[in-house]
């Protein structure tokens, strides 16, 4: 893994807090304490956190806990939402023609200046204009 900033997807910081995951728990656990241990932080975005609590809360996790994990992931580089990442998400929903949440994640990735995207959902190794799709559950 590279010194590359890194954006990480809601799907990977739910997998990490998912114990009935499996062998994907595992990998996205110790790929996340990976990022922990790094000396640039990751990025990621207030609508990543804002799903990642809503799976937490839909796996059964107390509200207090799912609280605390979000709060701990707002010590990483935060992406916000605001009229321009609107804007912006919706121009590369255009251009890739991927959905509209998919387009927000990009948007907030560029903004964060990452390179790297860690996402299970989108085309892996597909090249966003500057900003490469890996899935660390495979690598």
């Given at each position: 893994?590279?010194?590359?900033?890194?954006?990480v997807?809601?799907?990977?910081?739910?997998?990490a807090?998912?114990?009935?995951?499996?062998e994907k728990?595992r990998?996205?656990?110790?790929?996340?304490?990976?990022?922990w241990?790094?000396?640039?932080?990751?990025?990621?975005s207030?609508?990543?956190?804002?799903?990642f609590?809503?799976n937490?809360?839909?796996?059964?996790?107390?509200?207090?806990e799912?609280k605390?994990?979000?709060?701990?992931?707002?010590?990483?580089?935060?992406?916000?939402?605001?009229?321009?990442?609107?804007?912006?998400g919706?121009?590369?929903?255009?251009?890739?023609?991927?959905s509209?949440?998919?387009?927000?994640?990009?948007?907030?990735?560029?903004?964060?200046?990452?390179?790297v995207?860690?996402?299970?959902?989108?085309?892996?190794?597909?090249?966003?204009?500057?900003?490469?799709?890996?899935?660390p559950?495979?690598?």
């Amino acid at each position: 893994m590279s010194a590359e900033h890194i954006f990480v997807d809601t799907n990977i910081l739910v997998y990490a807090h998912d114990h009935q995951a499996g062998e994907k728990y595992r990998i996205a656990r110790d790929r996340v304490a990976w990022l922990w241990s790094r000396p640039l932080p990751p990025a990621i975005s207030i609508q990543v956190l804002q799903e990642f609590y809503v799976n937490l809360i839909r796996k059964g996790v107390s509200d207090s806990e799912a609280k605390e994990a979000v709060s701990d992931y707002l010590s990483w580089d935060v992406m916000g939402n605001d009229g321009n990442l609107l804007l912006a998400g919706i121009d590369l929903r255009e251009r890739w023609q991927i959905s509209f949440w998919d387009g927000l994640i990009l948007a907030a990735a560029k903004r964060a200046g990452a390179r790297v995207l860690w996402s299970e959902d989108l085309s892996i190794g597909q090249d966003y204009g500057g900003l490469i799709v890996v899935n660390p559950l495979l690598t």
